[in-house]
């Protein structure tokens, strides 16, 4: 039996303005989150402004807010970001084609992939601070099994002169803070990674197995120049918080004084989260300004480094054909 038509039309007139609130309260609260993001960023931008010159960007910290630099803290940054980036993205990546393309057919194996899956993207949610804690006793200490960083079980090279330095334990060095950031990381990339090869279709696969081509060469080949925008977008998010993280560098490096920039693997550092942490937690109202600078430079680097990796990806962008 069908409704009057004037029923009818009062059911799609209620129908329109529930549809037209909720569009109304959806772009309240975007509006609110961007001016309240815009605001925070005029606070800091007026604020950091003051210190905010060459001789902050070239100079080292100081007791001194008008002398205090920031260039230490970059070098710091820059050195543990390539080491988590070179780590943790062929890895990640590996780690996601085994878990997606090679999936197992025995019972008893299926379930155990599942397992690994679910406990993955559950690491994902994990407190960054609890990896630093993995971190100082894997990489700084290896449990203690091979001796002290003063008195290491294995050195190569001068610890004053030369650039290739490697030693067992890490210590507090660059190279294990590096590897703690890895470890943050690596559950995004991976995850990110699978959700990438698997959104693509399963007909370029099997034309490719048709053609000839052997699992691998698909792979290589079909597979992962398809996924390559999905997975640089997750590399990307990773990264960006890689560069953020404070926690587990505090772990790793500590409240020290750094004056130099880090010249191999095996240097103490800082890096910028924890040089702008270390400001900001100053009594001094000049000093919270020279953290408000620090933040500027740290946002800026981080906008320049997601840019670029945006071109790149839009560049290895290819249609599906």
Same mark, same amino acid.
């Given at each position: 039996?069908?409704l009057?038509?004037d029923?009818v039309?009062?059911?799609?007139?209620?129908?329109?303005?529930?549809?037209?609130?909720?569009?109304?309260?959806?772009?309240?609260?975007?509006?609110?989150?961007?001016?309240?993001? +815009?605001?925070?960023?005029?606070?800091?931008?007026?604020? +950091?402004?003051?210190?905010?010159?060459?001789g902050?960007?070239?100079?080292?910290p100081? @007791?001194?807010?008008?002398?205090?630099?920031?260039?230490?803290?970059?070098?710091?940054?820059?050195?543990?970001?390539a080491?988590?980036?070179?780590t943790?993205?062929?890895?990640?990546?590996?780690?996601?084609?085994?878990?997606?393309?090679?999936?197992? @057919?025995?019972?008893?194996?299926r379930r155990?992939?599942a397992?690994?899956?679910?406990?993955?993207?559950?690491?994902a949610?994990?407190?960054?601070?609890?990896? +630093?804690?993995i971190?100082?006793?894997?990489?700084?200490?290896?449990?203690?099994?091979? +001796?002290?960083?003063?008195?290491?079980?294995?050195?190569?090279?001068?610890p004053?002169d030369?650039w290739?330095?490697f030693q067992?334990p890490?210590?507090?060095?660059?190279?294990a803070?590096g590897?703690t950031?890895?470890?943050?990381?690596?559950?995004i990339v991976?995850?990110?990674?699978?959700?990438?090869?698997?959104?693509?279709?399963?007909?370029?696969?099997?034309?490719?197995?048709?053609?000839?081509?052997?699992?691998?060469q698909?792979?290589?080949r079909?597979?992962?120049?398809?996924?390559?925008?999905?997975?640089?977008?997750?590399?990307?998010?990773?990264?960006?918080?890689?560069?953020?993280e404070?926690?587990?560098?505090?772990?790793?490096?500590?409240?020290?004084?750094?004056?130099?920039?880090?010249?191999?693997?095996?240097?103490?550092f800082?890096?910028?989260?924890?040089?702008?942490?270390?400001? !900001?937690?100053r009594?001094?109202?000049?000093f919270?300004?020279?953290? !408000?600078?620090?933040?500027?430079?740290?946002?800026?680097?981080?906008?320049?480094?997601?840019?670029?990796?945006?071109?790149?990806?839009?560049?290895?962008?290819?249609?599906?054909?």
């Amino acid at each position: 039996m069908s409704l009057p038509a004037d029923a009818v039309h009062r059911s799609l007139e209620a129908r329109q303005r529930k549809s037209l609130l909720f569009h109304i309260f959806c772009a309240v609260l975007a509006m609110s989150s961007v001016l309240v993001l +815009g605001a925070l960023l005029v606070i800091l931008i007026v604020q +950091g402004l003051e210190y905010l010159d060459l001789g902050f960007l070239k100079g080292t910290p100081s @007791r001194k807010p008008e002398k205090a630099g920031f260039m230490p803290a970059m070098w710091g940054s820059v050195w543990i970001c390539a080491v988590c980036a070179f780590t943790a993205l062929p890895i990640g990546v590996s780690t996601a084609i085994i878990l997606e393309e090679f999936k197992p @057919r025995h019972p008893v194996l299926r379930r155990l992939h599942a397992f690994m899956q679910l406990n993955i993207s559950n690491l994902a949610g994990v407190p960054s601070i609890v990896y +630093g804690i993995i971190g100082l006793t894997v990489f700084v200490n290896m449990l203690g099994l091979f +001796g002290s960083f003063s008195d290491p079980a294995l050195q190569i090279g001068d610890p004053y002169d030369d650039w290739y330095r490697f030693q067992i334990p890490f210590g507090r060095s660059a190279l294990a803070g590096g590897l703690t950031l890895m470890l943050v990381i690596l559950p995004i990339v991976i995850v990110s990674s699978v959700e990438a090869l698997r959104a693509v279709p399963g007909s370029l696969r099997q034309g490719s197995l048709a053609c000839g081509a052997t699992k691998w060469q698909t792979i290589r080949r079909v597979v992962l120049p398809a996924s390559i925008p999905g997975i640089m977008t997750g590399a990307i998010l990773a990264m960006s918080r890689a560069i953020g993280e404070a926690a587990p560098i505090l772990v790793i490096a500590g409240t020290i004084f750094i004056l130099y920039r880090p010249d191999n693997l095996m240097s103490q550092f800082t890096a910028m989260p924890l040089q702008i942490y270390n400001w !900001a937690g100053r009594p001094q109202e000049e000093f919270h300004a020279v953290a !408000a600078s620090g933040i500027i430079v740290l946002l800026v680097i981080l906008l320049a480094f997601n840019a670029l990796a945006v071109i790149i990806r839009h560049k290895l962008q290819k249609p599906l054909q």
